[in-house]
């Protein structure tokens, strides 16, 4: 699990999911930080992604 700050001040809330190296990456952007969490399977990262999105209210999360 890494957390960072967003540069800039806030960023806008949103979730993105990314696969890389074989590898699922779950980055959630909310207020002034942001966390990635990586998962070996995709359905695991989708998931968690899904939960995020509807904790954050969001319509939907992206798929990079």
Same mark, same amino acid.
């Given at each position: 699990? *890494?957390?960072?700050? %967003? +540069?800039?001040?806030? @960023?806008? +809330?949103? %979730?993105? *999911? %990314?696969?890389?190296? @074989? =590898?699922? #990456? $779950?980055? *959630? $952007?909310? =207020?002034?930080?942001? /966390?990635?969490?990586? #998962?070996? !399977?995709?359905? !695991?990262?989708l998931? #968690?992604?899904?939960?995020?999105? %509807?904790?954050?209210q !969001?319509?939907? #999360? $992206?798929? /990079?």
């Amino acid at each position: 699990m *890494v957390d960072s700050e %967003i +540069p800039n001040g806030k @960023g806008h +809330p949103c %979730i993105e *999911v %990314i696969e890389a190296c @074989g =590898e699922w #990456f $779950v980055r *959630v $952007v909310e =207020e002034d930080q942001g /966390l990635t969490r990586s #998962f070996e !399977l995709e359905s !695991l990262a989708l998931a #968690f992604a899904e939960g995020q999105r %509807i904790r954050l209210q !969001l319509d939907e #999360f $992206v798929r /990079l």
